[in-house]
């Protein structure tokens, strides 16, 4: 089974078992790409993507999906930014959830080598980008790029264990109504800013059984998915009806992943005591 969508900015494929080279190519041609894009200078070392993935095989890892950039520039159309997910067998799983690595690149010069830890849900076939976790770590485009995007995937696998820890403890804070009203307000306000076509009761409501309930885990999960999967009926600011988008751009796509994470870290915080309301209201 898989998850596959397209659009205009965007296109991405998951898969239930480790991805082939045919299907990375197929959905993501960029991380294919054999060579940098011609705007890219004499000191930009060219690392195939594909080399830096099979050096993470060798190491374990395996590519789960493949997000691409689409760009209206044709001549960077195989270059662009992209976006693979990867497993590693020693980072366990607890069966509903499973942490993963998350590399990020380019070969026309907009994103170095960039590494993150995510978790994929089972459930719902949603991955998840885990904000603060571990600062992301960069790789320029120069050096020995595959050792050490090696050698910082390790890093970022040895996070694993904090990963997990976390989501035992969004699962065991219960938020009140009013408070998982309050987390989908600031969580509109990540997404539209201003006039959010959608209310807060929207994005909150659960699209399976298993997402329902008052924890701060399920609220938190709730809240992602329709904001970043869309398909919520909502009026625009004209007063017309419409229908949400999914967020499908790279760059988009961690950086409110991101943001979500770390208002759910903020409202653990506030629940068991480690930061006051106000402080949250200020940062």
Request: aromatic fraction near 8%.
């Amino acid at each position: 089974m898989y998850a596959y969508s397209r659009s205009s900015n965007q296109a991405a494929f998951r898969s239930n078992s480790p991805l082939s080279n045919d299907q990375i190519l197929r959905y993501a041609p960029s991380v294919m790409a054999e060579g940098k894009h011609e705007s890219r200078g004499d000191r930009y070392a060219f690392i195939p993507t594909l080399s830096v993935i099979d050096g993470l095989r060798a190491e374990g890892f395996e590519p789960y999906e493949v997000r691409q950039t689409r760009t209206r520039d044709a001549g960077k159309r195989a270059f662009t930014k992209h976006m693979v997910r990867m497993r590693h067998p020693d980072a366990g799983s607890n069966g509903q959830e499973v942490p993963e690595l998350i590399l990020l690149n380019s070969h026309d010069g907009s994103s170095s080598y960039q590494l993150l830890s995510g978790v994929f849900r089972f459930v719902c076939s949603n991955g998840l980008i885990a904000g603060d976790i571990f600062n992301d770590i960069r790789v320029r485009h120069s050096g020995d790029v595959v050792n050490n995007v090696i050698e910082g995937s390790f890093q970022v696998l040895d996070n694993t264990r904090e990963i997990m820890s976390r989501l035992d403890t969004y699962k065991g804070i219960t938020l009140a109504p009013q408070e998982q009203r309050a987390f989908a307000s600031a969580a509109l306000r990540l997404r539209w800013d201003e006039n959010a076509p959608v209310t807060a009761d929207n994005v909150l409501c659960a699209r399976r059984g298993a997402d329902e309930g008052a924890d701060l885990w399920k609220t938190f999960n709730r809240v992602q998915e329709s904001l970043l999967k869309g398909g919520i009926h909502g009026k625009a600011s004209t007063g017309r009806n419409m229908t949400t988008k999914s967020v499908n751009g790279v760059t988009a796509n961690v950086a409110l992943n991101r943001a979500l994470w770390t208002l759910a870290d903020s409202m653990a915080q506030i629940k068991t005591g480690a930061l006051d309301p106000a402080e949250m209201m200020a940062a």
